[in-house]
């Protein structure tokens, strides 16, 4: 069956520090990998996903960078953190285009306070 | 086709039934889903509808889409404190693009 990992689950960072957030999945191959944030209260916004190797696509201009250097591993960046890049990060993943599930599968988070 | 709306809070008593609505605005969405999120965690896959059909039924779960409307409603029957959480309605208008609403947050009194 397949798995997805999120970590860690808490961070507090101080403005100004980098940021590195990995996401794997487990047990299928060539996955669509996701990350979205949820600031306080609100819902979930897109930020980058990728089809593939190196390949990423950004949905908002933002501080923060995407990576994918495996297959089954996505990675979220920050050169320098800002207080607005506080909240609850998660990762998600689909079955590659044309698999039959077209469903959305979601890691445990990470809470990141930046102060 | 990246507008998904949903009210914010609802609140019922043990036993009731808890109807939560959302609209969306993309009719090329092939799947609509229904998401549960507990306190600190990820989102959890309730339940999901094909675009194609009216109503959907799982258990205590029932959804309803009126495609004319663009409207997507759940009902949970004999709502249990366990069903407290908050709960995401989501298109997915692109092949590898989910957009959510801003979740509707239940609670169950005893």
């Known amino acids: 069956s397949q798995t997805i990992h999120q970590w860690p689950a808490t961070l507090v960072q101080p403005v100004g520090s980098p940021l590195s957030l990995e996401c794997t999945v487990e047990g299928t191959s060539n996955p669509n990998l996701y990350w979205y944030r949820q600031a306080a209260g609100r819902g979930l916004q897109l930020l980058f996903y990728s089809v593939g190797i190196g390949q990423i696509s950004s949905e908002v201009p933002q501080n923060l960078s995407a990576s994918r250097p495996q297959d089954r591993q996505f990675i979220l960046s920050s050169k320098k953190l800002l207080l607005s890049d506080s909240g609850f990060y998660l990762c998600a993943w689909t079955p590659p285009y044309g698999a039959a599930d077209e469903k959305l599968f979601f890691g445990s988070g990470t809470q990141l306070s930046v102060l | 086709g990246e507008d998904v709306e949903q009210s914010l809070f609802l609140s019922v008593r043990e036993g009731d039934s808890s109807v939560i609505n959302c609209t969306y605005t993309?009719?090329?969405?092939?799947?609509l889903y229904w998401y549960k999120q507990e306190p600190g965690a990820g989102l959890q896959l309730l339940t999901y509808?094909?675009?194609?059909?009216d109503m959907k039924q799982d258990q205590r779960l029932t959804v309803l889409l009126n495609k004319k409307d663009k409207h997507l409603s759940l009902r949970i029957a004999d709502t249990q404190t366990g069903d407290s959480a908050i709960y995401f309605c989501?298109?997915?208008?692109?092949?590898?693009?989910?957009?959510f609403g801003s979740g509707t947050k239940l609670n169950v009194k005893p």
């Open positions: 993309d009719s090329s969405s092939t799947y």
């Open positions: 509808i094909f675009s194609n059909m």
């Open positions: 989501a298109e997915s208008p692109n092949v590898n693009k989910f957009y």
